[in-house]
C-alpha cells in the first residue's frame, strides 16, 4: 500500500484567488453593464522585449539543424547566460562569483520552494508577515512548519510581522532561528529594507548560524538608489544567504520560465554531528539529480536581456509599470488613503480606512468603485486591514482606477 505524505493534508486550500475570482463574478452577473477594472493581478501584461524574441527565433532556428541542434544541456545552465548573469547582475555591484556559484532555473517559484530539499525537515523558520505564500506552504509539505494552531499560525514558523507600525521593518528575533525568508523589494507590502536594515539580517544569521533564504524576485523594480540590490551586497551575506532572482517581472518571462539561484561556494550547513557541508555541493547534486536544465530557447532569450539593447528594452517595461505605481500612489494619496511601496517595487499596500477588514475593502470597492485589489490577509494574519494593488496593468487602466477610488471616496 501506497502510503501519502501526510504533511499535505495539513494544507489549508489556497482559496485566495479562486475567492476573489468568485465574488468578481458575482457582481458581474448582477452588474452585467458594469465594467470591472483589476488592479490585483500578479501577472505582466506588456509583451516581452524584442531582442527576447529575436533571440528565440535564431535558437529556434539552431534547433531546425542537425548541425547546431542542442539536446539536453548542462542542468546548472549554459556559460553564456552565467557569465552574462555574474557579468551584469553582480560584479557591476562589486560583487564576483564564479560560474559553479549560479544555478539557471524555471523562475524562483521552483526554487525558494524546493530549496528545502538540501535541509532538515525539523530546521526552524522565519518568515517576514505578510509573505509570499510558497515560503510557508513549501516547508508544511516536508513537514517542517510543524502543525496549523489556532491563530492560523505554524507552530514551527516564527512570525515577524511588517506593518506600517513598525515601517515594514521586520524585527530582529529575540532567539535563535535557523531558517529565515527575506524578500526584498517584498511581495507584497512593495517595501525594501535598507543597507544598515539589510546588514542587521545578515550579522543576524553569522552570529547564529542562521540560513537566509534571500527573494530578490524584485529587484528590477528599485529605483532609489540607496536601496541594496543584492543580499551580496552586505559583507559576509556569502557566508550565510542564497539569493533568488526571476526574469519573469523584470522581463516579462511568467509564461517562459527562467530565473537563477545563487549559492556562494563558502556557504555552508552543519550536520548532526557538527560537520559542515557546502550547500553548494548539495544543491547541484540536487539539481542534477530532479532537474534537466532550462531550454536552449529560453536561456538565450534570457541572455539576450543583457545586451545594450536588452537592457533598454526592459528598461522601458519597467518605466512603463512604475509610472503606473506612480500613478497609483499619487492618485490614491490624493483620495486622502494612506499607502506604501510603489517607489521601488510594483506592488502598493493599501491601508483600509477606519480599520475596515481587507475583505470587507475589498467588496466596497468592487461594488463601489468597481475595482479589484487583493485582501492582504490573503497574505498572512499581518496582512489585514490592507489591500495589495499591482503596478502591472494597462496605464489608461490604473488612470480610470484612481478616478473611479477618488469619486467614490469623496
Ligand atoms: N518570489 C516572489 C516574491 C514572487 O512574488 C513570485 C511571483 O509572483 C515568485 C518568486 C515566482 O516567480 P517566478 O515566476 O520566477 O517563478
Redesign the pocket.
Known sequence: MALVNEHFLKLPGSYLFSDIAKKINTFRITHPKKEVIRLGI?DVTRPLPQVCIEAMHKAVDEMADAKTFRGYGPEQGYDFLIDAVIKHDYATRGVHFSPQEIFIND????D?GNIGDILRHDNSVGVTDPI?PVYIDSNVMCGRAGILEKDGKWSNVTYMPCTAENNFIPEIPDKRIDIVYL?YPN?PTGTTLTKPELKKWVDYALDNDTLILF?A?YEAFIQEDDVPHSIYEIKGAKKCAIEFR?F?KTAGF?GVRC?YTVVPKELTAATLEGERISLNKLWNRRQCTKFNGTSYITQRAAEAIYTAEGRRQVKETIDYYMNNARTMKEGLETSGLEVYGGVNAPYIWLKTPNGISSWRFFEQMLYEANVVGTPGVGFGPSGEGYIRLTAFGKHEDCVEAMKRIRNWLK
Open positions: 500578479g523562475g524562483a517559484k521552483s525558494t509570499y524578500c511581495n527573494d524576485a526571476s519573469s511568467t530565473g
